[in-house]
């Protein structure tokens, strides 16, 4: 019995993957001013609208991995974007706030992001572009739902998970 390759370039996986691609790359583009990647941006973001959050709660609220985003926040902090300060009500746990050159950043890249999320969607007719987004958020929400706290996430070249109860599991 011979067993053909799947034609993964049919696979909605496999878009998912190359629309990442390139709007990581768009981001890259219009942002190379700043030098900021798509996950400092969210995080900072983040951090800038709920001031003195910790890492848990930072990784949890961008979906990002909790193993990663300690480096992420020492490069938001090594740039002068972020800084952490203690906690007064448990001096282990560090809270994470925007430092004025941080928000600046955020105020003056802001453009910039508004255009690669204008340029991920140009392709698509003007009709079907809400409809489009609007599915995404479908997805997401089902799987963040269903899986809860446990959802799948990105983190920085994470592999293929493997299949655990029907759900994809990341593999760090």
Excluded: C
């Excluded at 941006?41 to 001031?51: C, G, K």
């Excluded at 959050?53 to 090594?78: N, P, Y």
């Amino acid at each position: 019995m011979k067993i053909s390759p799947a034609e993964i370039e049919h696979y909605p996986g496999y878009f998912i993957r190359r629309l990442q691609q390139m709007a990581v790359a768009l981001f890259a583009e219009e942002t190379q001013d700043w030098g900021v990647t798509p996950v400092q941006y969210a995080a900072l973001s983040a951090v800038s609208r709920h001031p003195g959050m910790d890492q848990r709660t930072l990784a949890q609220r961008i979906r990002f991995d909790t193993s990663t985003i300690g480096s992420v926040i020492d490069r938001l902090e090594a740039r002068g974007w972020l800084e952490r300060r203690l906690n007064p009500g448990d001096r282990r746990v560090r809270l994470l706030h925007a430092t004025p050159e941080g928000v600046t950043l955020l105020q003056n890249a802001e453009p910039a992001v508004l255009r690669v999320q204008q340029r991920i969607l140009a392709p698509l007719p003007p009709e079907k572009r809400t409809q489009f987004v609007q599915s995404m958020m479908t997805l997401v929400a089902a799987w963040d739902a269903d899986a809860g706290p446990n959802a799948p996430g990105p983190a920085s070249g994470e592999a293929e998970g493997t299949r655990k109860r029907g759900r994809p599991v990341r593999q760090h």
